[in-house]
């Protein structure tokens, strides 16, 4: 049974176990260990803009280089760069120090191995194996000491890769209001757009260390939407802390809905003969409709569990080279191992500049089916199956909807969170039903 990773990495409030120097120390050991292969692994280290960052930075760094690793230090840039530059230095693994989307507050590890992708679930099981080992509480003498080193242009490094993406396509005539989060793309993603051509209005952008996210970025779209109406801009682009996630609104200031999104970007892919295989891969989370659209284009949809890494290792899997999730992780997987939401942007951006259209008409592709879902505290992840309250409710409800909608119930992988989620064709009941749900298991295990 697994102890710190979850399904993102590792996840915690800063300076509370995980997320502690003491712990961060073990880790650096154990993945200089588990990444050496007998000889001194090379480990690249990127963050976001939090300032536990830089604790847990120094932390990992010592326990990296006392096994002998060599650390690149590249300071606060997107997780999908830290999968970039991995790749570009030839490094045995990457780390992220980040907890994407949540509160300043908290953080998080994200680990990549050479090629870019994050670590399966054997893999980490083997890092933490290595840190709880006998073996790693005697400590290991004799190994050679590695050394760390500051690296000055890996931010320039990954501002050239996104602009090939579109084959540094001209971008202007467009005008786009960028919510950086205070995160890590605060710097990387107006340079970006802006020397494609764009006309770039950028907010939130001037991070202190404490607010990453606050009232702000993919989660917090209110000031982005105003934003976009009061510059009459063609769009607007919210990225989540660390930049691997894509929230688009149109140009009246109207959030796009996740799948009707990948719906255009994956149909831009196919006109152009792009799409591998004539299918994609996204999760459970992705509406029915979704799906019948695709079919109707011939395109089929494979789906996997909820996290990119899951849809990641179907697409790897299948051969697939486009997968997405629809809160937002979108992989090309010509371009990326991971979620990027910069480069997923600048698709869309040059989607519209080739079909001269808007945001709202190229994403007006199908209507979804209504879903409600519902986020609830609880005190501990009980297994779902033995809520009897909950299971009952969950019964009720896919009993209603006659086969015409959809029940799911899960817990977060990151957090202490339950998700309730009801899809079906007729708004009022899908609600009722997902606040019934909702009370059941909340009466068994919430807060």
Known sequence: MRKLFGTDGIRGKANSPPMTPELMLSLGKAIAEHFSNGSSPKIVIGKDTRVSGYMLETALTSGLVSRGATVLLVGPIPTPAISHLTRSFNADAGIMISASHNPAEDNGIKIFDSKGYKLADEEEQSIESIIFSKEMAEGMNGKKIGKAFRVDDARGRYVEYAKATIGDSSLEGIKVVVDCANGAAYKVCPDIFSELGAEVVAINNSPDGHNINRNCGALHIAGLSKKVVSEKADLGIALDGDADRLVVVDSNGKQVDGDCLVAALVMGMKEKGRLSKGAIVSTVMSNHSFEEHMAQNGIKVLRAKVGDRYVIEEMRKGGFNFGAEQSGHIIFGDHSTTGDGIISALQLMRLMKEKGKSVSKLCSVFKPYPQVLLNL???????????????????????????????????????????????????RRVKTLAHKIARAVKSEAGS
Request: aromatic share 2%; net charge positive; proline share 2%.
């Open 377 to 427: 505290e609880v005190r501990e992840k009980r297994p779902l199956e033995s809520l009897e309250k909950a299971q009952h409710a969950i019964s009720a409800a896919e009993k209603s909807l006659k086969g015409k909608g959809r029940v799911l119930v899960r817990y977060s992988g990151t957090e202490n969170i339950a998700r309730v989620m009801v899809e079906g064709r007729n708004r």
